[in-house]
């Protein structure tokens, strides 16, 4: 895998910012925030929405602006949208999962037996710094 280059760098910077224009011309905001707390309570009470992601939820998971962020699309004041983001420092991704505390690092998780998550022989070893994103809403 290749370094990015200024280039990329600046290709990004433009599409970021063709979005961001986007949203605006629509009337939406888009914001950036690590309060996983804001984002639990978006989540709870969001119209059509049952269950909460405890891998972004700081009641059942360790989140801090170093592990963690959320986006928030606006509207007059009006979450309409957001997903949260998770950065975990692992030697083994899969075995977060089997072992869910992928979802819960706060407490204790009493399993009889770890999960049974299947990879391909292809697929490989998954470790070290690992972005996680879950919990997305859309407004109905």
């Given amino acids: 895998m290749r370094a990015l280059t200024s280039q990329d760098y600046d290709n990004i910077q433009a599409v ?5 224009d986007e949203l ?3 009337g939406l905001e888009l ?3 690590t309060d996983m707390a ?14 909460l992601n405890p891998a972004f939820d700081p009641e059942e ?28 420092v692992t030697d083994d991704y899969i075995g977060l999962k089997r072992s869910l505390r992928l979802w819960y ?6 399993i ?6 299947v990879i391909p022989e292809h697929v490989p070893h998954i470790s070290g710094r690992v972005g996680h994103h879950g919990g997305l809403w859309v407004h109905p």
């Fill in 16 to 20: 970021i910012s063709l979005y961001l």
């Fill in 105 to 110: 690092d706060r407490k204790p998780v009493l």
């Fill in 61 to 88: 998971s360790h989140l801090h602006a170093g592990n963690s962020f959320w986006l928030r699309v606006s509207y007059e004041e009006q979450t309409v949208a957001c997903i949260a983001n998770r950065l975990y």
């Fill in 24 to 26: 605006d011309r629509m």
């Fill in 38 to 51: 804001g984002w639990a309570d978006v989540m709870r009470s969001a119209p059509k929405m049952s269950v």
């Fill in 31 to 33: 914001t950036v925030e």
């Fill in 112 to 117: 009889s037996e770890p999960l049974n998550v």
